[in-house]
């Protein structure tokens, strides 16, 4: 996790990614919060590749 991002920017990469918590993750605590970013990290390289290999 890069340590460098601030909490906002955490917010809106699962907001982006994940619309429907948007609720949810504004009450959530950093390591919460950094947990989730991997998650939806994970998910969106997950979906990079899959994309890469359909073409």
């Not at 990469?13 to 429907?20: G, L, Q, S």
């Not at 959530?28 to 969106?44: A, C, H, I, P, S």
């Amino acid at each position: 996790m890069n340590q460098e991002m601030t909490r906002e920017t955490k917010i809106n990469i699962i907001i982006d990614a994940r619309p429907n918590m948007k609720h949810i993750i504004l009450c959530v605590n950093d390591e919460q919060l950094d947990r989730m970013v991997e998650e939806v990290q994970k998910e969106l390289n997950r979906e990079l590749i899959e994309a890469m290999y359909s073409f």
